[in-house]
């Protein structure tokens, strides 16, 4: 069948390739430097301030993305999903296309989303999370039916590095495992968290794997399209560090000026409450600051100077109170001891009139006082009556002893009144030690009378008189008198309510020093989310547009026969659009596109942003879905252009398919996929290699040749030149598979190969690339005799004698020797 023309389309935009900090760099100076505001000025330059720094501290070892191609090496399943037993698929990492065929539940769709799985390092996410009736019919599960654990492995290559990708799933789909090594070009291996590198967006951005079954489930709704086509903008994962820094740094800025604005508020409030507090005072209003002000000049101008700790209130009228209480009470402990010492027959009962006079009292409230004295204990007399007697004939000091307990009573409460807050002042840290010096012999003499107090009551026991004078002596000296006047100047109310307005603000002050700087920053970081939107938005703009007519030129390859094309491609934040038009230019809704051209329409994106990622291949799981032949014949060229430059794996049960495509790529493989559907066996046997097809193809002319005559002509150019054409097939399939094995860059090696005309030349050259080979040396050696007439047959002349089926025989033996086959 004839190939149908392809259509013309415009050219093609730049691939659309994933965003680096040096591209992001350059944008946000080009915008900076159009910035007509002070304030987009200053988001900008916010932004490249976090830009700059990305760029600049970027490990680029640990880059598995920049300046590197994985192509596809190697995939290991097993009970993963419909492959129940180890399956291992080995595949060409050069340009070239390889199709594996088999029909339905063959296994093929296992494959190719066991690649996708270790790609992500986890199942792809489930359309649905309904349960019950909502419950999606379609989603996979990813761990087989009888298996304990689905374990899939892939193994990538880049020039001479290897990267291989492994993930272990349970039963309820949940990975239980993860692991990414990478072997660098010096032989060292190290595990990777993928999670940290741009890997995941380079996923996104240059999807390598394309399954319509699992696309079509994905985009129902226009949001699901938003999705789908929003990573093909290949924003990549620099973008997204530079909005999280950006998003980071903004936030703090944010937090911080929230942090001071409330710690002004709330010392506005504290400052209200020190001022109530203080009625006396003339206060003044205080002007607050901005957050940019310097604090040391707001103080001053605030006149918040006056520093020290808020203290009780210090004045001479505590002293003089302490000194007229203590004065009185020595006073009165003098009277009644002069009274006490009065001229009396019995000077003890003198001294104990005022005890005894209590005693006669509380005698006289008893209803029995009984007959057996409670001093003596004797027993038969009227003690009550005796006692009634003795403080009749007792000196009269009843009425000084009532004024001593007076006075001790009003000394205590100067004592608890007056001398407590000047004590707690002189705890204080701002007290100088001479203060405090002074001051101690006072509080010790104070201290002892209340603890006298509280042990005797108010009696003039020995330890109360002494207390009483040793109290006096303390609180009526000079000393004690300067050290009040010291504490009254230094506590008096103006300086006090000066001293609690500062320290009311001291929280603010500190949280105010501590966030200055980068609460100022708040507005230029909010600028710089503003430059990060307007950004975002032009590189959408732009590369939507460049989505469009890549997208667009796909379409028109796969559906222009039938006049369907692209106009408008519109990708925003939470919903995307398409635009198709027919061949008259009418729109065309979405819903009335058929299935296959549904289909072109979700593949067409995918392999228009193929090119610009780091990815060198490209897998296809049943790309052909609903379409016609004119339609298979066109994918088939579109996969020979992307296979010039990647490797395209094709699953498909569609031999259509793989007819045009083997037809059209020189380096091809093809492979039969088969699958036991009692054990859930995946087997993956390889279709004959191109050059044994050629060798049977040789073997089938020479066989079909009529016998030789004078007007019979052999076959000698055609039989000849596909053993030559074979010889040179294995000798590249040996190429690649020694660096492979190594592994080497391949490409490297194949274009060395590439780079001499004959087969001897290039047997040369395989020996240059691995000296003394073995094989090459013994399949040399078989063909050797063979190659001068193989290189004349290829230029169309015929040596003669005519070939023979024994020649034949020695190109198959030489390839296969090459190959290691038996």
């Known amino acids: 069948m004839t190939a149908a023309p392809l259509p013309v389309p415009p050219p093609d935009p730049e691939p659309l390739r994933l965003l680096t900090f040096e591209d992001l760099v350059e944008l946000a100076e080009a915008k900076r430097s159009r910035a007509t505001s002070d304030a987009s000025r200053s988001g900008w330059a916010r932004l490249l301030e976090v830009a700059r720094a990305l760029a600049g501290g970027r490990e680029t070892a640990g880059d598995l993305v920049s300046g590197r191609t994985w192509t596809l090496l190697r995939v290991r399943v097993d009970g993963y999903q419909g492959v129940g037993a180890p399956l291992t698929v080995d595949l060409d990492p050069i340009p070239g296309v390889t199709v594996l065929i088999g029909r339905n539940g063959s296994g093929k769709s296992s494959i190719a989303d066991a690649i996708e799985t270790a790609l992500h390092g986890e199942p792809r996410a489930p359309t649905s999370t309904g349960r019950g009736g909502k419950a999606p019919l379609w989603d996979r599960e990813h761990c087989g039916r009888d298996a304990a654990e689905a374990h899939v492995e892939v193994t990538l290559l880049a020039g001479e590095e290897t990267l291989t990708l492994d993930v272990r799933i349970g039963p309820d789909g949940s990975v239980t495992g993860r692991t990414a090594r990478h072997t660098a070009v010096d032989g060292i291996t190290t595990d990777l968290d993928l999670a940290t590198t741009s890997w995941r967006s380079a996923l996104a951005g240059h999807r390598p794997v394309f399954g319509y079954a699992a696309v079509e489930r994905q985009v129902q709704l226009a949001q699901n399209l938003q999705e789908f086509l929003e990573p093909l903008l290949a924003f990549g994962g620099c973008f997204d560090e530079l909005k999280a820094g950006v998003d980071a740094a903004g936030s703090a800025a944010a937090q911080a000026r929230e942090r001071w604005g409330q710690a ?73 001891e002069t009274a006490e010492a009065a001229p009396a027959p019995d000077p003890v009962t003198a001294k104990l009139a005022a005890p005894l006079a209590d005693l006669h009292r509380a005698a006289q409230h008893l209803d029995d006082t009984g007959d057996a004295c409670p001093v003596c ?142 609460a100022i920053a708040a507005a230029s970081w909010k600028s710089a989310a503003d430059c990060l939107r307007t950004l975002q938005n032009d590189l959408r703009a732009e590369r939507t547009r460049n989505l469009r007519t890549l997208t667009d030129s796909s379409v028109r390859a796969l559906l222009d026969d039938v006049g369907l094309h692209i106009t408008g491609l519109s990708v925003q934040g939470t919903k995307a659009d398409v635009q198709v038009v027919d061949a008259t230019g009418q729109p065309v809704r979405l819903s009335l596109l058929s299935a296959g051209q549904r289909n072109a329409l979700l593949l067409a994106p995918l392999l228009a942003v193929a090119h610009g990622g780091p990815f060198g291949f490209l897998v296809l799981d049943d790309p052909v879905h609903a379409f016609d032949q004119i339609r298979v014949d066109r994918l088939a060229q579109l996969i020979h252009t992307l296979a010039a430059d990647r490797r395209v794996v094709v699953l498909t049960h569609d031999e259509r398919l793989r007819e045009h495509l083997l037809v059209r790529s020189p380096h091809h493989t093809a492979r039969n996929v088969h699958r036991d559907h009692l054990t859930g066996v995946v087997r993956e046997e390889p279709s004959p290699p191109m050059w044994e097809v050629l060798l049977d193809d040789a073997a089938a002319a020479l066989a079909r040749a009529p016998k030789p005559g004078p007007k019979t002509t052999p076959p000698t150019v055609l039989v000849r030149g596909l053993c030559r054409m074979a010889l040179d097939d294995a000798l590249r399939h040996f190429v690649l598979q020694e660096a492979v094995g190594v592994p080497r860059d391949p490409h490297t090696d194949l274009a060395a190969l590439d780079k001499v005309g004959t087969t001897k030349d290039r047997i040369d050259a395989a020996l240059t690339l691995h000296p003394g080979h073995g094989r090459v040396l013994a399949a040399e050696a078989i063909v050797s005799t063979h190659l001068n007439g193989w290189n004349q047959a290829a230029h169309g002349k015929a040596k003669t004698p005519g070939p023979t089926a024994a020649e034949i025989d020695d190109a198959r033996r030489a390839c296969k020797t090459l190959l290691g086959l038996p």
């Open 264 to 336: 002004r508020s709330t010392a506005e409030q504290r400052t209200d409450q020190v001022d109530r507090a203080h009625p006396d005072a003339t206060p003044t209003a205080i002007d607050w600051p901005d957050v940019a002000d310097d604090p040391d000049a707001w103080l001053t101008t605030a006149g918040l100077t006056e520093t020290g700790v808020a203290a009780p209130e210090i004045t001479a009228a505590q002293h003089d109170r302490l000194h007229v209480a203590a004065t009185q009470a020595l006073a009165a402990l003098a009277d009644l």
């Open 377 to 518: 204990r004797r027993v038969g007399m009227d003690w009550a009556a005796a006692l009634a007697a003795t403080v009749d004939t007792a000196p009269a000091t009843a009425e000084q002893a009532a004024t001593f307990v007076r006075r001790l009573a009003a000394l205590r409460a100067a004592l608890d009144d007056d001398l407590t807050p000047i004590e707690e002042v002189i705890r204080h840290d701002w007290c100088t030690a001479a203060v405090r010096d002074a001051s101690t012999p006072v509080l010790a003499a104070g201290a002892d009378l209340r603890h006298r107090l509280d042990e005797d009551g108010r009696r003039a026991t020995p330890a109360v008189r002494a207390a009483v004078r040793a109290a006096h002596d303390r609180l009526t000296s000079a000393a004690w008198h300067t050290t009040v006047t010291e504490l009254a100047a230094h506590t008096d109310r103006e300086r006090q309510w000066r001293r609690a307005r500062r320290a009311a603000v001291e929280p603010f002050l500190g949280v105010w020093r501590e966030v200055r700087d980068e």
